[in-house]
């Protein structure tokens, strides 16, 4: 390795080390003052003088946030179950399968990534409303499943898909949906194991939609209830942080779980046709 090459491989590591620390720090300040009394939440100090861990307490105590969490996860774990499912199918059929308009289709799912959130906001809402999936679990499932984000990338992953492990499979009389069940979709799962953080982180922070289609309490997921505490306790930074910092747990486990199949998953799927 030349002197060149030496002294930009350690200047890419100091701005790599830069850039984590600035990414690092708001986490590691939520997570610091969330253990601070009352009247030293916004001393300053990254370091708490005094750590206590009523915050969090009250947080499970006097507000229903267990119930908040379980909201969230249960919804996201749902909508990643089925948009995985549908996804996948319909990213297959649309890599394999030849069939008059599919180009059409593929670029029709495409083209809604253009669309952004909340110009399909008050749409969505009065179909929800005709359909009565209003302030349900319906309503908060159903029209997060479908994602064209998703199907895209295991499109582009499908079509780098080996074909002689598929034609030696119809050799052994095996139709498509045998195919796709036993052979394609056990051999996905880097890409799969990506899309469950994208999707599951996606619905856990989800807020705009839970706040338009909900009106019930049962129904309030951990965004919403973080909100509701910057409305009621605006003054109390201790138990906000303590909640935010709740909220943000599961899912810096599960990307820490899954940060190495989300980096093969963006090797492994690029701009294939």
């Keep these: 390795m030349t002197a060149e090459n030496r002294a930009r491989r350690t200047g890419l590591t100091v701005v790599a080390i830069v850039l984590s620390a600035i990414t690092v720090f708001p986490v590691l300040w939520m997570a610091t ?65 030849r069939f008059p308009g599919r180009e059409a289709i593929f670029l029709s799912i495409f083209a809604t990534l253009l669309v952004s959130a909340p110009v399909v906001l008050i749409p969505l809402f009065l179909v929800a409303k005709e359909l009565n999936l209003l302030d349900s679990y319906a309503g908060l499932i159903i029209p997060a499943i479908f994602n064209a984000f998703g199907i895209f990338l295991l499109r582009q992953f499908y079509l780098g898909f080996p074909r002689e492990i598929e034609e030696a499979a119809i050799v052994d009389g095996a139709g498509h949906w045998r195919i796709y069940w036993s052979i394609v979709l056990p051999m996905s799962k880097p890409i799969l194991a990506a899309l469950t953080v994208f999707f599951f982180l996606a619905n856990w922070n989800a807020f705009v939609w839970p706040l338009v289609a909900t ?59």
């Design 33 to 97: 003052s969330s253990l601070k009394p009352r009247d030293s939440v916004t001393d300053g100090r990254l370091i708490p003088r005094e750590v206590t861990f009523d915050n969090f307490v009250y947080v499970f105590t006097e507000v229903p946030f267990a119930r908040y969490m379980w909201n969230s996860f249960f919804i996201s774990a749902v909508i990643t179950l089925a948009a995985l499912l549908f996804h996948s199918m319909a990213a297959y059929a649309l890599a394999r399968l």
């Design 215 to 273: 009106s019930s309490e049962e129904l309030t997921v951990v965004q919403l209830g973080i909100a509701s505490f910057q409305t009621q306790y605006a003054s109390s930074w201790n138990y906000i942080l303590a909640a935010a910092t709740v909220a943000a747990l599961p899912m810096l486990a599960l990307f820490f779980a899954f940060q190495r199949q989300i980096v093969e998953s963006i090797k492994t799927s690029g701009m294939k046709s």
